[in-house]
Every structure is written in C-alpha cells, then in structure tokens.
C-alpha cells in the first residue's frame, strides 16, 4: 500500500494527540513515516507502527530564515521518503510543507489544523493582515488539489471558506476513546467542585477562573476550583509560580500537579471550567471530561471548545468579553446539581455522536482512501 509521510512540529505533542492516526493507517496496510521536532519522544511513535524522523526543533521558530530552513529540510524529507500523500499538522508545518511538496513534487497533500493559533488571535491591524493572507493561502491550496481538515466550522469561516466545500473536512478534535473515558459518579455536593486542566499560561484564563469562583464565593455561592496543570518555564504567557501559589491560599482555591490517572480528577470534580484561549483546536481535556459525563462552561473564546459545548444541553457557553457571565454560569451549577448532572449524561452522548477516536480515525481512513484512488475503508 501507499506510504504516508506525516510532518509535525514537536514529537510530543504527535504523540499526544495523533498516534491513532498511525494506528488508523497502520489498519489500511500504509507505510507510515512521522517527522517532528525532537524532544526525545521518537520511541512512542515508532512503538505505534511508524518511521520516525526527528527534525532540528529550530526550523519552526517565527523568522523567515527558519521558515526557508524549514521549507528545505522538509523538501529533503520528502525527496528521501517519496510519500503517496504528506499529512501537515499545524500551522507552521502546514506553511512549511506546502511549500515543501511543491518542491518535492508531492501532489497529495492534507493540511491538518487543529487550531489557526496566531491566524485568530492577534488583533488590530496586524491581525487584519495575517487573516487577510490565510484567507489567500487556503483558497490557494484548495484549488489545487490540497484537502484542509479542521476542528471548528467557525475557523472555514474565519479563512473565507465555505464550510461545505467538498475540500474541506471536519472532525472532532483528535477524538476520546468512550470506553477508557467512562462516566463517573458525582461527587457529593455542596460545594460545587470546579477543575481548571490546561497548561497554565495567561492565555487560557486560569486567572479568570480565579476571579469568577471569588466572585461567586463572595455573593455566598458554596464553590471551589482545582487548577490542575504544571507550571511553565519563565515566560511571556507563563503563569509565575508565585503567583499560582497566591491563588491557592484564597479561600476555595487549589492548586495541584496533573495526577497520572486524569479519572480522579473526575471522580473528585462536577465540571469543567474553560474560561479562555482561542486559536486552538478541540482539547482533548474537553472531551475527556464529557466523556466521563462531566459538563462544561466555556466561554466564546474558546474557539473550538465553545463548537463542542451547546448551551444549555452540556453545560454553558458565555460571552468572553463579559466576565460577569462567567460569575452567573458558575452560580447556576452551583445552585442546580440535578441540572449539572442532567448536561454531564448530555456531554457523553455529544462524544459518542462524531468526537470518539474511532469515528475520527475512519474520518481520516475515507478521506486517505479517496485521495489515493483506493477502495472503500474497512
């Protein structure tokens, strides 16, 4: 069968994310070969059934020389492999190895965007530009030939697509496996536990989920919040450690190191709490959660989070620009626990209709199929 070269920017976050992909090729008898930046994560991808390339991480930094490095090392990549089809994980990969297979003459290509990150995000002027070339970008690349994956409808819109143009392809996420992810009994209320999971960076809110519990605490709503992540290393977006350990001797607030089986933070919690981000795609953390029949209050923000959710059947998706409907979500929960675990049974059938990791990789399987001429998937 054909060979599949899929290119993204760190090994650890394929391997994350995607080794069910590997798993769904694998299941078609394709040659699977993965190259991403190396950061000693290779075994887990060649353990799943492909070739691993390990890439110079610094190829994907934001400056033209890295870009036309990056663009060579890819081309180099490819005329050594010679795949059927390219899979580009990414925004950065997708840029990079477009570019790339042209040059390799490599004319089946999938642009795999989980997110449009920087594309959705930046504001103002320079915001208006980039959109402006995306948009280019990806009706360039659709006419060509190139297929365009995405986890949200809202992000086509964003880059001037129709959401039905038979190019494009929608999935949920990366997908949750239902039968690992199984519901969990609630926990017993009063109080209303809340769980924040992400990277802790500023701009996935977790000081906004700080805000809204005090809030709610403050006009007598019995409620606490678990911030459950690592911290980063000093940076712009990182969230300083002293100030996480501020937060955690407010009143209702905690903060915990992610424990190395997610179902307790389950069995301890009634809801997941996403009060920001944008420009990503759907986290996995979301359809775990709702998997385990856990409910969900995001904010518009969210990006593809707020497409999952639908308000008032899974859980709430407020305005992210008012954080007083944050406050006023986080009251509701706690002043409903039937209604909590009414949209927690809602979230799991939201999963299992379109979000689970086999329906994602037959997604994948039909569109491989019909891009490499091949006959009907298994």
Do not use: C
Request: charged share 20%; proline share 8%.
């Amino acid at each position: 069968m054909a060979k599949l070269l899929f290119i993204g920017t760190r090994d650890w976050l394929f391997a994350r994310h995607h080794l069910p992909l590997v798993r769904a090729a694998r299941e078609r008898d394709h040659e699977v070969v993965v190259a991403a930046g190396d950061h000693g994560h290779g075994g887990r991808i060649t353990a799943a059934g492909a070739r691993f390339v390990p890439l110079d991480s610094g190829i994907w930094r934001n400056n033209p020389v890295a870009l036309a490095r990056g663009i060579d090392t890819l081309r180099r990549v490819m005329l050594e492999h010679a795949p059927a089809l390219v899979q580009l994980h990414g925004v950065r990969a997708a840029l990079a190895g477009s570019a790339a297979a042209r040059l390799a003459a490599v004319p089946r290509r999938i642009l795999a965007l989980n997110g449009l990150g920087a594309i959705s995000t930046t504001t103002g002027p320079p915001g208006d530009g980039l959109r402006a070339v995306a948009r280019l970008l990806a009706g360039s690349a659709l006419s060509s030939g190139t297929r365009l994956v995405l986890d949200n409808p809202a992000d086509a819109t964003a880059l001037g697509l129709d959401p039905a143009n038979p190019a494009l392809r929608l999935t949920g996420g990366a997908g949750v496996d239902p039968l690992i992810h199984m519901p969990e009994p609630m926990p017993w209320s009063p109080p209303l536990k809340l769980a924040f999971v992400s990277p802790l960076l500023w701009t996935h809110g977790p000081n906004l989920a700080v805000d809204a519990v005090g809030k709610a605490r403050a006009a007598g709503v019995d409620v606490t919040l678990s911030l459950i992540g690592a911290p980063f290393p000093p940076g712009r977006s990182a969230v300083p450690a002293a100030v996480l350990e501020g937060w955690s001797r407010l009143p209702g607030i905690g903060w915990f190191a992610p424990p190395s089986d997610m179902a307790q933070v389950w069995q301890q919690h009634h809801a997941l709490i996403v009060p920001a981000g944008g420009g990503d795609g759907l986290p996995g953390i979301v359809l775990q959660a709702a998997a385990t029949a856990r409910p969900l209050i995001v904010t518009s923000s969210t990006g593809a989070a707020a497409g999952f959710v639908r308000d008032g059947v899974d859980g709430r998706v407020v305005d992210g620009a008012d954080p007083d409907a944050l406050v006023e979500a986080v009251i509701q929960f706690a002043r409903a626990p039937a209604l909590v675990e009414r949209m927690g049974r809602a979230a799991r059938e939201r999963v299992l209709d379109g979000y689970t990791e086999r329906q994602v990789m037959d997604t994948f399987k039909r569109l491989w199929a019909d891009m490499l001429g091949e006959g009907p998937t298994a």
